[in-house]
Protein backbone atom coordinates (compact mmCIF):
# COMPACT_ATOMS: atom_id res chain seq x y z
CA UNK A 1 0.00 0.00 0.00
CA UNK A 2 0.91 3.75 -0.48
CA UNK A 3 2.46 5.36 2.42
CA UNK A 4 1.55 8.67 0.71
CA UNK A 5 -1.32 11.28 0.76
CA UNK A 6 -2.40 13.20 -2.04
CA UNK A 7 -5.49 15.15 -2.86
CA UNK A 8 -7.29 13.38 -5.95
CA UNK A 9 -7.28 16.31 -8.97
CA UNK A 10 -6.43 20.14 -8.84
CA UNK A 11 -6.46 22.72 -11.50
CA UNK A 12 -3.89 25.47 -12.48
CA UNK A 13 -4.02 28.52 -14.62
CA UNK A 14 -1.75 28.33 -17.32
CA UNK A 15 1.67 30.26 -16.48
CA UNK A 16 0.93 29.94 -12.88
CA UNK A 17 2.47 27.86 -9.84
CA UNK A 18 1.13 24.70 -9.57
CA UNK A 19 2.06 23.86 -5.95
CA UNK A 20 1.10 19.74 -5.39
CA UNK A 21 1.24 18.63 -1.87
CA UNK A 22 1.58 15.22 -0.36
CA UNK A 23 1.42 14.17 3.09
CA UNK A 24 3.45 10.93 4.13
CA UNK A 25 3.44 11.60 8.23
CA UNK A 26 4.84 7.70 8.57
CA UNK A 27 7.79 8.71 6.67
CA UNK A 28 11.18 6.77 8.28
CA UNK A 29 14.15 8.28 8.28
CA UNK A 30 15.82 5.72 5.40
CA UNK A 31 13.01 6.96 3.05
CA UNK A 32 13.47 9.30 0.35
CA UNK A 33 10.56 11.22 -1.23
CA UNK A 34 10.03 10.55 -5.39
CA UNK A 35 7.72 12.48 -7.49
CA UNK A 36 6.53 11.04 -10.97
CA UNK A 37 3.93 11.93 -13.67
CA UNK A 38 2.30 10.16 -15.86
CA UNK A 39 0.73 12.18 -18.95
CA UNK A 40 -2.43 10.44 -20.29
CA UNK A 41 -1.37 6.94 -21.56
CA UNK A 42 2.38 7.38 -21.55
CA UNK A 43 4.81 5.86 -19.04
CA UNK A 44 5.41 7.72 -15.99
CA UNK A 45 8.56 10.00 -16.09
CA UNK A 46 10.95 10.69 -13.24
CA UNK A 47 10.64 14.20 -11.80
CA UNK A 48 12.89 14.81 -8.86
CA UNK A 49 13.20 13.33 -5.44
CA UNK A 50 15.00 14.07 -2.30
CA UNK A 51 15.86 13.26 1.15
CA UNK A 52 15.63 16.17 3.46
CA UNK A 53 16.63 19.49 1.93
CA UNK A 54 14.67 21.16 -0.65
CA UNK A 55 15.67 20.00 -4.48
CA UNK A 56 15.19 21.74 -7.51
CA UNK A 57 16.19 20.81 -10.84
CA UNK A 58 15.36 21.67 -14.58
CA UNK A 59 11.61 20.33 -13.94
CA UNK A 60 10.43 21.45 -10.35
CA UNK A 61 11.20 22.04 -6.99
CA UNK A 62 10.23 19.96 -4.04
CA UNK A 63 9.90 21.39 -1.03
CA UNK A 64 10.24 19.07 2.22
CA UNK A 65 9.10 19.77 5.83
CA UNK A 66 11.26 20.06 8.65
CA UNK A 67 10.13 16.97 10.17
CA UNK A 68 9.32 15.32 6.70
CA UNK A 69 6.16 14.71 7.24
CA UNK A 70 5.17 15.91 4.14
CA UNK A 71 6.33 17.94 0.76
CA UNK A 72 5.37 19.88 -1.43
CA UNK A 73 6.08 19.55 -5.67
CA UNK A 74 6.40 22.97 -7.61
CA UNK A 75 5.94 23.65 -10.79
CA UNK A 76 6.99 27.16 -11.49
CA UNK A 77 5.35 28.13 -14.68
CA UNK A 78 3.13 25.72 -15.43
CA UNK A 79 1.95 24.71 -19.15
CA UNK A 80 -1.17 22.94 -20.34
CA UNK A 81 1.79 19.76 -21.41
CA UNK A 82 2.10 19.64 -17.06
CA UNK A 83 -1.61 18.27 -17.19
CA UNK A 84 -1.01 14.83 -15.85
CA UNK A 85 -1.68 12.69 -12.83
CA UNK A 86 1.22 13.34 -10.24
CA UNK A 87 2.78 10.49 -8.32
CA UNK A 88 4.47 11.23 -4.56
CA UNK A 89 6.01 7.95 -3.34
CA UNK A 90 8.25 7.54 -0.47
CA UNK A 91 10.89 4.48 -0.48
CA UNK A 92 13.84 3.48 1.47
CA UNK A 93 17.35 4.06 0.12
CA UNK A 94 18.30 0.54 -0.09
CA UNK A 95 16.91 0.31 -3.27
CA UNK A 96 15.71 -3.10 -2.51
CA UNK A 97 12.07 -2.21 -2.39
CA UNK A 98 10.04 -0.90 -5.60
CA UNK A 99 8.55 2.49 -6.07
CA UNK A 100 4.88 1.85 -4.88
CA UNK A 101 2.48 4.25 -6.76
CA UNK A 102 -0.52 5.13 -5.30
CA UNK A 103 -3.22 7.21 -7.16
CA UNK A 104 -1.71 10.57 -7.42
CA UNK A 105 -3.12 13.40 -8.03
CA UNK A 106 -4.77 14.36 -11.10
CA UNK A 107 -3.80 18.24 -12.57
CA UNK A 108 -5.28 20.18 -14.75
CA UNK A 109 -3.80 23.26 -16.28
CA UNK A 110 -6.32 25.13 -17.55
CA UNK A 111 -5.74 28.16 -20.68
CA UNK B 1 21.20 6.75 -25.63
CA UNK B 2 17.55 5.52 -26.89
CA UNK B 3 15.64 5.24 -23.39
CA UNK B 4 13.73 2.05 -22.36
CA UNK B 5 12.37 0.30 -25.71
CA UNK B 6 9.45 -1.76 -25.15
CA UNK B 7 7.83 -3.36 -27.58
CA UNK B 8 5.44 -4.36 -29.37
CA UNK B 9 3.50 -0.78 -28.72
CA UNK B 10 0.33 -2.65 -29.29
CA UNK B 11 -0.42 -6.15 -28.94
CA UNK B 12 -3.57 -8.22 -29.46
CA UNK B 13 -4.24 -11.78 -28.41
CA UNK B 14 -6.89 -14.59 -28.85
CA UNK B 15 -7.79 -15.78 -25.40
CA UNK B 16 -5.58 -18.97 -24.59
CA UNK B 17 -2.86 -17.74 -26.28
CA UNK B 18 0.74 -16.68 -25.30
CA UNK B 19 1.95 -13.22 -24.87
CA UNK B 20 5.36 -12.17 -24.72
CA UNK B 21 6.37 -8.55 -23.98
CA UNK B 22 9.84 -7.20 -24.14
CA UNK B 23 11.96 -4.52 -22.35
CA UNK B 24 15.39 -2.93 -23.07
CA UNK B 25 16.77 -1.30 -20.44
CA UNK B 26 18.48 2.05 -21.21
CA UNK B 27 22.24 1.33 -21.79
CA UNK B 28 24.29 0.38 -18.37
CA UNK B 29 21.23 -0.22 -16.38
CA UNK B 30 20.80 -3.70 -14.99
CA UNK B 31 17.63 -3.15 -12.79
CA UNK B 32 14.57 -4.20 -14.43
CA UNK B 33 10.55 -3.36 -12.97
CA UNK B 34 7.58 -4.63 -14.94
CA UNK B 35 4.40 -2.76 -14.09
CA UNK B 36 0.59 -3.50 -15.08
CA UNK B 37 -2.23 -0.72 -15.37
CA UNK B 38 -5.32 -1.59 -15.75
CA UNK B 39 -8.15 0.78 -17.82
CA UNK B 40 -8.67 3.72 -15.45
CA UNK B 41 -6.61 2.09 -12.46
CA UNK B 42 -3.46 3.22 -10.88
CA UNK B 43 0.22 1.08 -11.60
CA UNK B 44 0.75 -1.77 -10.00
CA UNK B 45 4.32 -3.25 -9.61
CA UNK B 46 4.81 -7.06 -10.66
CA UNK B 47 8.30 -7.99 -10.54
CA UNK B 48 11.91 -6.60 -10.19
CA UNK B 49 14.85 -8.44 -11.89
CA UNK B 50 18.53 -7.73 -11.89
CA UNK B 51 20.66 -9.48 -14.45
CA UNK B 52 19.63 -13.32 -14.07
CA UNK B 53 17.98 -12.71 -11.03
CA UNK B 54 14.40 -12.26 -10.01
CA UNK B 55 15.07 -10.04 -7.08
CA UNK B 56 11.22 -9.12 -5.89
CA UNK B 57 7.89 -11.30 -7.58
CA UNK B 58 5.78 -10.47 -4.87
CA UNK B 59 3.11 -8.63 -7.31
CA UNK B 60 3.20 -11.23 -9.94
CA UNK B 61 0.34 -13.82 -10.80
CA UNK B 62 0.74 -17.06 -9.28
CA UNK B 63 0.09 -18.65 -12.36
CA UNK B 64 0.01 -17.96 -16.00
CA UNK B 65 2.91 -14.62 -15.75
CA UNK B 66 6.73 -14.91 -15.63
CA UNK B 67 9.56 -12.89 -16.34
CA UNK B 68 13.15 -13.18 -17.06
CA UNK B 69 16.29 -10.44 -17.43
CA UNK B 70 18.89 -13.13 -19.62
CA UNK B 71 22.65 -11.88 -19.42
CA UNK B 72 22.02 -10.95 -23.35
CA UNK B 73 18.87 -9.60 -24.14
CA UNK B 74 15.70 -7.75 -23.19
CA UNK B 75 14.09 -8.82 -20.04
CA UNK B 76 10.56 -10.88 -21.02
CA UNK B 77 7.20 -11.01 -19.63
CA UNK B 78 5.77 -13.55 -20.95
CA UNK B 79 1.13 -14.56 -20.23
CA UNK B 80 0.37 -17.80 -20.80
CA UNK B 81 -3.25 -18.56 -21.66
CA UNK B 82 -4.01 -14.91 -21.68
CA UNK B 83 -7.54 -13.79 -20.30
CA UNK B 84 -9.66 -10.95 -21.21
CA UNK B 85 -8.33 -9.84 -17.34
CA UNK B 86 -5.04 -9.49 -18.62
CA UNK B 87 -5.84 -6.64 -20.99
CA UNK B 88 -4.02 -3.37 -19.52
CA UNK B 89 -1.06 -1.46 -20.40
CA UNK B 90 2.15 -3.08 -19.13
CA UNK B 91 5.36 -0.68 -18.43
CA UNK B 92 9.04 -1.10 -18.08
CA UNK B 93 11.70 0.26 -16.11
CA UNK B 94 14.77 0.50 -15.40
CA UNK B 95 17.54 2.04 -13.25
CA UNK B 96 21.40 2.00 -13.37
CA UNK B 97 22.14 0.69 -10.03
CA UNK B 98 22.69 3.63 -7.49
CA UNK B 99 19.68 2.48 -4.86
CA UNK B 100 18.84 6.61 -5.12
CA UNK B 101 18.51 6.72 -8.94
CA UNK B 102 14.94 7.25 -10.36
CA UNK B 103 13.53 4.86 -12.51
CA UNK B 104 13.31 5.31 -16.37
CA UNK B 105 9.92 4.32 -17.56
CA UNK B 106 9.49 2.71 -21.57
CA UNK B 107 6.43 3.54 -23.11
CA UNK B 108 4.70 0.50 -22.60
CA UNK B 109 2.63 -2.15 -24.50
CA UNK B 110 -1.09 -2.25 -25.06
CA UNK B 111 -2.36 -5.68 -24.45
CA UNK B 112 -6.04 -6.44 -25.51
CA UNK B 113 -7.09 -10.03 -25.17
CA UNK B 114 -9.73 -10.48 -27.46
Known amino acids: DAKTTQPPSMDCAEGRAANLPCNHS???????VYWYRQIHSQGPQYIIH???NNETNEMASLIITEDRKSSTLILPHATLRDTAVYYC????????????FGKGTRLSVIA | NAGVMQNPRHLVRRRGQEARLRCSPM?????VYWYRQLPEEGLKFMVY????????ESGMPKERFSAEFPKEGPSILRIQQVVRGDSAAYFC????????????FGSGTRLTVV
Open chain 2, 49 to 56: LQKENIID
Open chain 1, 89 to 100: IVRDYSGNTPLV
Open chain 2, 93 to 104: ASRQGGARDGYT
Open chain 1, 26 to 32: TISGNEY
Open chain 2, 27 to 31: KGHSH
Open chain 1, 50 to 52: GLK
